[in-house]
């Protein structure tokens, strides 16, 4: 089992940057691909982005490629979003989440472990 807790999230002006972080409990991290999902009030969650578990497959949303960043520390048990260039429309609440299977997958269901979220919100 893994738990999930995100960090990082907060108050931006539009332009500016923010570094989330969910750290991960259990000693089978590093064999789950991992994700960011995020949602918007009266939207569904939405895929943001994934890694492999191995850090050397990543995928990305059209909506923020070039934009943001996933990685991955084993070691750590931790994995991370560096965004920039911030936009108000991505503001939302910010899930990581862990799936065990290589498929890649962009849509909930493929995950098996969610953290609780982190708000980030970006004022125009």
């Known amino acids: 089992q893994v738990q999930l807790v995100e960090s990082g999230g907060g108050l931006v002006q539009a332009g500016g940057s923010l570094r989330l972080s969910c750290a991960a409990s259990g000693r089978t991290f590093s064999s789950y691909a991992m994700a960011w999902f995020r949602q918007a009030p009266g939207k569904e969650r939405e895929f943001v982005a994934r890694i492999s578990w191995s850090g050397a497959s990543l995928y990305y949303a059209d909506s923020v490629k070039g934009r943001f960043t996933i990685s991955r520390d084993n070691d750590k048990n931790t994995v991370s979003l560096q965004m920039n260039s911030l936009k108000p429309e991505d503001t939302a609440v910010y899930y990581c989440?862990?799936?065990?299977?290589?498929?890649?997958?962009?849509?909930?269901?493929?995950?098996?472990?969610w953290g609780q979220g982190t708000q980030v919100t970006v004022s125009s």
């Open positions: 989440a862990a799936d065990k299977s290589s498929v890649v997958v962009r849509t909930t269901r493929g995950y098996e472990y």
